[in-house]
Nanobody, 128 residues
Framework: QVQLVESGGGLVQAGDSLRLSCAASGRTFSSYVMGWFRQAPGKEREFVASISHRGVRTYYADSVKGRFTISRDNAKNTVYLQMNSLKLEDTAVYYC?????????????????????WGQGTQVTVSS
């Protein structure tokens, strides 16, 4: 069983930055593909970013490419999402997720169905 706990959400103004963290339990975190997803009110959950188990490969949704950066520290069992130049449309609950199998091997791990474990979410609200 893997437990994921997100933190770092909050209320910010458009153009600001925010860094989300996701702490994972377990001794095999370094073998997991990790991802960030988000869900805005009235909308379906959508992929934000993913990262390979060693952090070599990263993938981003087009809507956040160039503004968000996913990273991980396997020594701390933590994955991060640095969000810069935040926009109103980035407002959502952000979830981190773990894909222990790392499947499919070629990425980009953008489907929620590829993840077995989810955190409880952290709210990010961007105001004008």
């Amino acid at each position: 069983q893997v437990q994921l706990v997100e933190s770092g959400g909050g209320l910010v103004q458009a153009g600001d930055s925010l860094r989300l963290s996701c702490a994972a339990s377990g001794r095999t975190f370094s073998s997991y593909v990790m991802g960030w997803f988000r869900q805005a009110p009235g909308k379906e959950r959508e992929f934000v970013a993913s990262i390979s188990h060693r952090g070599v490969r990263t993938y981003y949704a087009d809507s956040v490419k160039g503004r968000f950066t996913i990273s991980r520290d396997n020594a701390k069992n933590t994955v991060y999402l640095q969000m810069n130049s935040l926009k109103l449309e980035d407002t959502a609950v952000y979830y981190c997720a773990a894909n222990p199998k790392g499947a499919p091997a070629g990425g980009p791990w953008a489907s929620g169905y590829e993840y077995d474990y989810w955190g409880q979410g952290t709210q990010v609200t961007v105001s004008s």
